[in-house]
Structure formats: structure tokens, C-alpha cells
């Protein structure tokens, strides 16, 4: 089994803090986990914000959050996984992908010049919003069904894009358990087209059992609508810190099993390969 999202931005960049993670994953029975740090850890993706350090900007908050980023070097980075690699541990070289339309070009060719094993496309930000920091921050200007829509129709861009292997925390827009007044479909259902049409994978996510929502992305309904499409899976944690690596795999493997997936995809050099899900109980 496989983790495929987790963050080594909440401590250093040494060997010693990436084995915390693995030794975590082997303690929790799986056997290869995927670093995926975000890209506003990384000078070189400065850049790729650029539309959020205008003066124009109406959260405060966002400036606040981004000016202490983009302090690590991605050649640092790539380096202690490759390092880890040689050393006997089974990790993938991941990267977590802030999307905006607005930068698609620039994401593209910064992308180009980096190898990764998979790449995962995530949108945290609706505009200029940065919607899963905090349940009061720009909440309380955005009715619920609106901010819905406006980040289905950004993901759907991400997913047109090309850019990317994995799509994260597909329905991450619930993370503080605000709820639109009915089903999204009209919108959701785009989303996985294009998904399948660009043939990338999504991923299931416990981080959502961690936080206000508590349960899973995507929530089972999406899942098996996936499914249906004929959308692969990876499993992720999302963990920011070693102790949640893994975390709940099981149930997220059950999930899969209730949907109808029998495998789930690993990759290298950003192509995958089917394996067999792990029989439960
Ligand atoms: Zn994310
Ligand atoms: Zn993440």
C-alpha cells in the first residue's frame, strides 16, 4: 500500500526528519509513500503566485501566509528524496501543485523543468480567496452555493489543463462543513470528465477525517461516481506532520472496495500502473 501525499514543510529538510515519515508508513503496514510539498514552499514558484502579492488583493490574510513562503530551494528538496532513494527508502518524488488559471503557463514551464514521479494539481484558492485557511476568513463573504460553484469550475480548469497526474482533496471545498443547498452534479460531474478525458488519477484523502467536515475526500457518493467513469485511485494523508502518515488507510481502501474499485494506481517518471487493492477483514 501507498501514501501519496504528505508535506516535510513543519520541519527540516534532513534525512533524519524524512525517515520520521517512512518509518511512520512501514509502522502503519505500507510499503512506498509519495513527498508531495507544496509550491509555495519553493523560491522558484514565486512567481507562480504572483497575482496574489498585488496591491489589489482584498485578504490581508493571504499576504500574510504567502510572505513567509517560498524560503526552500527545490533542488534541495529533489535532492534529499533522490538521496533517500539510494538509501533504501521507497519514496516517490512528488510536488503539490497550487493551481490558478491565471498562471497556467507559467506552472507549465516551471513544471518542465523539474522531474517528478507524479505531479497532484490542487486548488485552495478561488480567485484570490484562499478557502480551507480558516472557517472565518472570506467565508462570511461568499454564499456557501456560490463558493461551490466557483471551485468546481476552477478544479474543472486544473483538470483541463493538462498539467497534472493526480487531482487532490477533489471536494476540499467542505473542509469546514459548509454545505450547499443541494447537489453539485451539475458541476462535479464536468470535473470527472475532464479527469478521465485527460486520463489522471484522483486520490482518496483521510485529511478530511481530521478536520471539521470528518470524512473523507471525496465523499463516497463522488467516489463511486468516479467509478463509474473509470477514474483510478491513489491513496493519501495529506500529512503535514510524521505520526499522521497513513493515517486510515484502511478505511479509505474499504471506501474503495464499497465503490467498486479493485485496484489503485503507482507511479514513476509521471507514468502509473494498476495494483491490486488489499483485501480488508
Ligand atoms: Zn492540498
Ligand atoms: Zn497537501
Known amino acids: 500500500m501507498i501514501d501519496y501525499h ?13 525517515q520520521q515519515f517512512w518509518q511512520q508508513a512501514k509502522r502503519r503496514g505500507l510499503s512506498e ?13 514565486r512567481c507562480t503566485f504572483d497575482h496574489l502579492f498585488q496591491p489589489d488583493v482584498g485578504y490581508r490574510y493571504m499576504k500574510d501566509w504567502l510572505s513567509n513562503d517560498f524560503q526552500q530551494d527545490i533542488e534541495e528538496y529533489l535532492a534529499l528524496l533522490h538521496k533517500a532513494r539510494q538509501g ?30 507524479f505531479v497532484l494539481g490542487s486548488v485552495h484558492v ?3 480567496w484562499g478557502f480551507d485557511l480558516s472557517p472565518e476568513w472570506g467565508w462570511e ?4 452555493d456560490t463558493a461551490y460553484k466557483l471551485y468546481y469550475e476552477t478544479l474543472l480548469k486544473a483538470a483541463q489543463s493538462g498539467l497534472f497526474d493526480i487531482m487532490s482533496h477533489l471536494d476540499v471545498i467542505k473542509v469546514f462543513g ?6 453539485m452534479d451539475k458541476y462535479v460531474i464536468p470535473v470527472l470528465e475532464a479527469i478521465r478525458d485527460q486520463g489522471m488519477a484522483i486520490e482518496i484523502s483521510t485529511a478530511g477525517l481530521r478536520k471539521p467536515v470528518g470524512e473523507m475526500y471525496p465523499e463516497e457518493r463522488i467516489l463511486g461516481q468516479a467509478r463509474s467513469y473509470h477514474i483510478p485511485i491513489t491513496f493519501s494523508s495529506d500529512a503535514h506532520a510524521p505520526e499522521d502518515v497513513g493515517y486510515r488507510w484502511e478505511d ?12 489503485y494506481r503507482v507511479f ?12 480488508m477483514g
Open 88 to 117: 533504501g527508502v521507497p519514496v516517490k518524488v512528488g510536488i503539490e501543485v497550487d493551481y490558478f488559471p491565471e498562471q497556467q503557463s507559467v506552472i507549465a514551464s516551471l513544471l518542465d523543468q523539474y522531474s517528478f514521479d
Open 252 to 263: 479509505a481502501v474499504l471506501m474503495a472496495w464499497r465503490c467498486g474499485y479493485r485496484e
Open 126 to 128: 478561488i480567485g484570490q
Open 33 to 45: 509513500i509519495g513527498v508531495t510539498e507544496h509550491t509555495h514552499k519553493f523560491s522558484q514558484f
Open 178 to 183: 459548509h454545505r450547499p443547498s443541494g447537489p
Open 268 to 279: 514513476q517518471d509521471r507514468k502509473s500502473w494498476a495494483e491490486k487493492l488489499p483485501k
Open 6 to 18: 504528505m508535506h516535510l514543510e513543519n520541519g527540516p529538510l534532513t534525512m533524519d526528519y524524512l
Open 141 to 144: 463573504d461568499h454564499d456557501v
